[in-house]
């Protein structure tokens, strides 16, 4: 059973920076592809990051050129490097992975997920 647990959550001002982690356990995950997703109060989830097997990335619009994923496959981690963080970057931030190597937008797709860490971005 795969295990996914984030962590790096918080409190910032508007224009600071967060790096948020997570940690899989239960089995290697380097032939899957990973995301980043988030929930909104009051939104649907939505699509942040991802990275595949291979290591390619690709980013929602949104955060796209403030946000950068990365994958560590010797320790089983993924992370997430926020900048230029803003106030409608408040969300819930998820740590998604899926069983195909490719990383993907809908966020259906994704078959094993963390509990969440909380991102709260003051004005």
């Known amino acids: 059973q795969v295990q996914l647990v984030e962590s790096g959550g918080g409190l910032v001002q508007a224009g600071g920076s967060l790096r948020l982690s997570c940690a899989a356990s239960?089995?290697?995950?380097?032939?899957?592809?990973m995301a980043w997703i988030r929930q909104a109060p009051g939104k649907e989830r939505e699509f942040v990051a991802g990275?595949?097997?291979?290591?390619?990335?690709g980013y929602s619009g949104s955060v796209k050129g403030r946000f950068t994923i990365s994958r560590d496959t010797a320790k089983n981690m993924v992370y997430l490097q926020m900048n230029s963080l803003k106030p409608e970057d408040t969300a819930v931030y998820y740590c998604?992975?899926?069983?195909?190597?490719?990383?993907?937008?809908?966020?259906?797709?994704?078959?094993?997920w963390g509990q969440g860490t909380q991102v709260t971005v003051s004005s």
């Open positions: 990275i595949a097997s291979g290591l390619s990335t």
């Open positions: 998604a992975a899926r069983n195909l190597g490719d990383w993907v937008l809908s966020v259906g797709a994704y078959d094993y």
């Open positions: 239960g089995r290697n995950l380097r032939s899957s592809g």
